[in-house]
Structures are given as structure tokens and as C-alpha cells.
């Protein structure tokens, strides 16, 4: 734990990524789709188009500076905040200022320029709030505690929702509160620090068809079945955590620093299309704990499950295979 002789701010800054586009050697641009990033993983695939001539990337930035930032007895001034890029492996750094989107507000955006040959795999990125603080200039009151990756060869920035999963026999399970859903394959914990689904090994091959590997047809069951089980995880955690918010008087609801301000994040966009993201937060949040809209809300939220959890590809890798499988075993 580092020691500052000056007063900061105790709470990370929240870094978010809202576009990528990537500029072309015909100077054309291709916007990429929100699949090019991911808030959960904080990573970005600059590889997922497939291009092979891009130039550079634009990547949209939004950080929010946590509370106490404006207030009006804090002991800095001339604030600043900058996102920083650097690749440990070229020794290229590059930093751009922000702008703040409305005077006295703790949300800033702006846009970084990634140039293609300035890195040869992954960079990190990172944003610094900077102020004069005692009368020295050029002093960090705040930071994000953790950077994102941006990957100038990947085509894939999610890995999967990040969860543990643990086998455990519902009927006879210490964990006494899992008795009671001794007949479902799979159950979603949400309350752990890290979220976690327990498969039922009483159901019957259950576990036998996870752990399948090949290209049969229990292959193909095995890849619907993974999709279903990260469609519920999705839901569940994303339930969870718009259920546990810490909401500040007169600014509304906080994002939460840990899985659960990671899962918000990633899925509002998909709830609450086309505004900004601590708007979304908002307005699920006026929603959930108003007289109506909530009912109506949970087929976007079931709609954003499904995008996490890959589900078409999943079941559409099905289809493929079966019907491969049926022409093979016609001729």
C-alpha cells in the first residue's frame, strides 16, 4: 500500500470502453460491433473484424471520478484526468486528456489513438486523475485500480463471465441450503464475494456430459447445455447486483467496485440501449424500485443474458453439426 503526503480520493476511478472503430489503409472506417470489447474482462480484441490493412484504432473512453471529486472543500485544484497507454514490450506510452461532460460532474470521455505499429500484442490501459494539490502541480489524486488490456491481435476479449463452478450433491451437501433444490442440474449463487454455480451431481450424467469432449452428438448437447447454464449465471448476477446498490442522496445509485459494478456494466448497454451508462444504472434502478417498468425490463435483460452467453453461436453450432450428422448418415 502506497503512502501519499498529500490527500487523495479513496475510491478507484471507473474506467469504461464505449466505442472501437478501426481505421483502414483505404482511409475508410469500420465501427466494430460492442463484441469487440468487454467491460467484465476490461479487454479489448482489436483482431475481432478479421482486417488484416487496419491503421490505427479509435477506442471511446468514459471514466467516472469517484465521489468527494467536486466537492467543494477539497484540497486541490486545475483537475485533469488522462488515460494512459503503454506496452511494456515496444516502450510506447501514450496518454490523452479527457473532457468532462458537464461542469461539476464526475464523468469524463474522450477518445485514444492506438497506432498499429506501435505494438506488437497486448497494452495496458489505465486513467490517472491529476491536480495541483498543496500548491505542487501535476499530482495523482486517483487512479483505476485496474487496467484494461487492449489486444492488437486477439479476436476475442471475453473468456467467459468469471465464475466458480463447484460439483457438489445437492441431497447430501453440507451447504444445507442447497437441499432444497435437489432436483433442478444447476443452481446460481450470487451471494459469495465471487459468484459461483454448483451443478447437481444427482442428476443422472449430468457431469459425464460437461465433461465431454469430441464431435458427437453429446459434444453438440454439451455446448447448448454450457450456453443455458451462462444464460441463467448472466441473469442471475445481473439480478444480484441492480438488487444490492448503494445509492448516494441526491445523485442517485452508485456502480458497486467489485464483480457486480463489472456484470452492471457490461449488460446495461443491452438493457437500456443508446443512452449513457450511468443513465441506464439510473433508470433500471428508478425501475426496479418504482411503480412500474420493471416487469416489462426483464425480456432486455433476458435478451443481454443471451448475448453474453454466446447462446446463438452455441445453438447455431448445433444445428451445423446435426445437420452435417443427418447427410453423413444419409449417404
Avoid at 84 to 111: C, H, K, M, P, Y
Avoid at 195 to 202: I, K, W, Y
Avoid at 287 to 307: C, F, K, M, N, P
Amino acid at each position: 500500500m502506497k503512502i501519499y503526503p498529500y490527500k487523495r480520493l479513496n475510491r478507484p476511478v471507473t474506467l469504461r470502453v464505449t466505442s472501437v472503430s478501426l481505421k483502414l489503409d483505404d482511409g475508410t472506417r469500420d465501427q466494430l460491433e460492442t463484441s469487440a470489447y468487454s467491460t467484465q474482462q476490461q479487454a479489448v480484441a482489436l483482431g475481432i473484424a478479421g482486417h488484416t490493412d487496419w491503421v490505427s484504432a479509435m477506442i471511446g473512453l468514459s471514466a467516472t471520478l469517484p465521489p468527494g471529486a467536486n466537492a467543494t472543500d477539497v484540497p486541490w485544484s486545475d483537475l485533469c484526468v488522462l488515460a494512459v497507454l503503454t506496452d511494456g514490450e515496444t516502450n510506447v506510452r501514450t496518454s490523452v486528456s479527457l473532457t468532462r461532460d458537464a461542469e461539476n460532474g464526475r464523468d469524463w470521455s474522450g477518445f485514444l489513438e492506438v497506432l498499429r505499429d506501435d505494438h506488437m500484442g497486448q497494452a495496458s490501459l489505465a486513467v490517472h486523475a491529476v491536480a495541483t494539490v498543496d500548491g505542487v502541480p501535476g499530482r495523482a489524486i486517483a487512479e483505476t485500480d485496474r487496467s484494461w488490456i487492449i489486444d492488437t491481435v486477439s479476436d476475442d476479449p471475453v473468456s467467459g463471465l468469471q465464475l466458480e463452478v463447484q460439483q457438489a450433491s445437492f441431497r447430501k451437501s453440507a451447504r444445507e441450503w442447497l437441499h432444497a433444490y435437489a432436483d433442478v442440474p444447476w443452481i446460481v449463487d450470487t451471494s459469495a464475494r465471487v459468484p459461483t454455480v454448483f451443478v447437481n451431481t444427482d442428476v443422472e450424467g449430468v457431469i459425464g456430459l460437461l465433461d465431454s469432449s469430441g464431435s458427437g452428438v453429446d459434444s453438440k448437447v454439451r455446448d447448448l447445455l454450457v450456453a443455458q447454464m451462462a444464460t441463467d449465471a448472466w441473469t442471475a448476477v445481473f439480478h444480484g447486483a441492480i438488487g444490492d446498490l448503494e445509492v448516494e442522496p441526491g445523485s442517485g445509485p452508485v456502480f458497486p467496485t467489485d464483480w457486480q459494478g463489472e456484470v452492471l456494466r457490461e449488460m446495461l448497454p443491452d438493457v437500456i440501449p443508446g443512452v449513457h451508462v450511468e443513465e441506464a444504472l439510473r433508470q433500471v434502478h428508478h425501475r426496479r424500485t418504482g411503480d412500474s417498468g420493471w416487469v416489462e425490463l426483464q425480456t432486455r435483460i433476458h435478451y443481454a443474458a443471451i448475448r453474453r452467453a454466446d447462446a446463438a453461436k452455441a445453438l447455431g453450432y448445433a444445428i451445423r453439426g446435426l445437420e452435417q450428422m443427418n447427410r453423413e448418415s444419409e449417404t
